[in-house]
């Protein structure tokens, strides 16, 4: 997986309750995004970050926010886990150029 | 939506025949990429096509893009058992260094 690793690799946690997913690179590269994915949507895009501090907001950005303090983590957090959060989140980075994107092994988020 | 749409959604095949999808999108693009996703694991690169290439080829796939209709299509020669996967394209318009993927298609080898 391209040097990607993404933790937990799966959480179950309560409606209401903060949760921090954690993607860490190897590769130095520039970008990192944040995907959920779902029956029926394909990969939509959370948020992403061009560099260190340097985040955006992707198509489905409600209700999660993300930092990056150094190059190699890029943290997305839920606040307030709702149960329409639960999904598999992948992380992602790339260079600059071609947008070729490397993705990490997912994590599977449950919210009861 | 900008999404790239795939067709089919689902696709089963006997292992050695050949396997076709399409992805058909609206946007202008930079290029136009295709990844592999098998059941439980984090999506994989196959191949890209820029967008003043009309066809590429890698191995037992072949891409074909054509701009002027808005489309591509992913061709896998003689499959395999383990070409069972989800296929997805990906849009990358350049500006942004963002991806739009479209929804997959689902293909199914038979041994």
């Known amino acids: 997986d391209a040097g990607i690793t993404q933790s937990p690799r799966h959480k179950v946690t309560e409606t209401g309750t903060p949760v921090t997913l954690r993607c860490h690179q190897t590769?130095?590269?520039?970008?990192m995004y944040w995907y959920r994915q779902d029956p029926g949507h394909g990969l939509r895009l959370i948020h992403y970050?061009?560099?260190?501090?340097?985040?955006d907001k992707g198509e489905v950005s409600d209700g999660y926010s993300v930092s990056r303090s150094k190059t190699e983590d890029f943290l997305l957090t839920l606040e307030s886990a709702t149960s329409s959060q639960t999904s598999v989140y992948f992380c992602?980075?790339?260079?600059?150029?071609?947008?070729?994107?490397?993705f990490g092994p997912g994590t599977r988020l449950t919210v009861t | 939506s900008q999404q790239g749409e795939e067709d089919p959604q689902a696709l089963s095949i006997q292992e050695g025949e050949n396997a076709t999808m399409n992805c058909s999108y609206k946007?202008?693009?930079?290029?136009l990429q295709w990844y592999r996703q098998n059941s439980g694991r984090g999506l994989v690169h196959l191949i890209l096509?820029?967008?003043?290439?009309r066809e590429k080829h890698s191995g037992r796939l072949r891409v074909t893009l054509d701009t002027s209709k808005k489309s591509s299509s992913l061709l896998i020669t003689a499959s395999r058992a383990a070409d069972t996967a989800s296929y997805f394209c990906?849009?990358?318009?350049?500006?942004?260094?963002?991806?739009?993927f479209g929804t997959g298609t689902l293909l199914a080898v038979q041994p």
């Open positions: 992602a980075i790339s260079e600059l150029g071609t947008g070729e994107q490397y």
């Open positions: 590769e130095n590269h520039r970008y």
């Open positions: 970050s061009y560099g260190v501090k340097d985040t």
């Open positions: 946007t202008s693009i930079n290029n």
């Open positions: 096509i820029r967008s003043n290439e």
């Open positions: 990906a849009l990358y318009g350049g500006a942004t260094n963002k991806l739009i």
